[in-house]
């Protein structure tokens, strides 16, 4: 990337880091893509070529896109795709579309990259973190779409529900995990059905419509103690606060450190001597 890039596009923190002379954004991602290796984990998750250009080209595209904080790909390809690549947006638009990318499998290589390289396994407090976020969408052709209850407005709104993992220290926070929940109210469905009902997206579709929050969030926890991210506790708010999540942080052998619900549950305290 040349310097006379215009860096009114970018975040105000990336701005300031540009402010430096001679620093360019392509070379710190790049740097920063090499010590974790990202194109040997991109392999590792299954990722293969369908155009010209390499399938690890293709994957740092979309993944600056989204950390220069660009609207849309449209809008990066037409103010910034050829500062970087002589790319077209068509092959980022084209990587997005594939049913066979195991996006969630590349985060948690990823994630676990870090987690070694950074030795958080030796931080005194290791939390698992669990939220949940509305956002809010409609049209007849959004696929995904249901009703949800939005905290933040006090009502039930029609949109994406997405449930996010994520693992805290008192130094950093690594994002682990995510996935959409459709709830079965007003669920819109397919536009078409998937061409392969056995590939990565299908399976994660079916996940989001069929188990209920707590089984996704179980399995997040799951999964990222199967990579060997582990944690001492698990903190969430007040939609957690179920017995079925307190039975999951037993499970997997958390504390858990959930606010509870304002009703009229009463709970009964155990207390074990050793």
């Known amino acids: 990337m040349n310097n006379d890039t215009n860096k009114q596009l970018f975040p105000s923190l990336i701005e300031e880091v540009l402010n430096h002379p001679g620093q360019c954004v392509d070379n710190i991602f790049a740097g920063i893509w090499k010590s974790l290796n990202v194109n040997r984990l991109i392999e590792q998750s299954g990722f293969t070529k369908r155009t010209g250009l390499p399938v690890t080209d293709a994957v740092f595209l979309l993944v600056l896109w989204k950390w220069i904080n660009v609207s849309s790909i449209f809008v990066f390809s037409k103010q910034s795709l050829n500062v970087f690549s002589n790319a077209k947006k068509d092959v980022m638009y084209d990587l997005l579309k594939r049913e066979d990318i195991d996006w969630r499998g590349l985060n948690l290589k990823v994630a676990k990259t870090v987690y070694q390289q950074r030795n ?155």
């Open 120 to 274: 958080m396994a030796s931080s005194g407090y290791k939390v698992y973190v669990l939220d949940d976020s509305v956002k809010k969408r409609r049209g007849k052709k959004m696929e995904g779409v249901s009703s949800h209850f939005d905290h933040t407005e006090g009502r039930h709104v029609m949109g994406q529900q997405v449930l996010t993992l994520g693992f805290t220290t008192e130094e950093s926070f690594l994002p682990l995990d995510s996935q959409i929940y459709v709830s079965k109210t007003k669920a819109q469905g397919l536009i078409r059905e998937f061409k392969d009902n056995r590939s990565t997206v299908a399976k994660r579709y079916e996940e989001a419509t069929t188990k209920s929050k707590p089984e996704l969030a179980q399995s997040m926890l799951a999964r990222a103690k199967r990579q060997g991210i582990l944690a001492d506790y698990l903190a969430a708010d007040a939609w957690f606060g179920t017995k079925p999540m307190i039975r999951t942080a037993l499970s997997l052998d958390v504390t858990g450190i959930l606010r509870m619900k304002k009703n009229k549950m009463k709970y009964r305290v155990e207390i074990t001597k050793d």
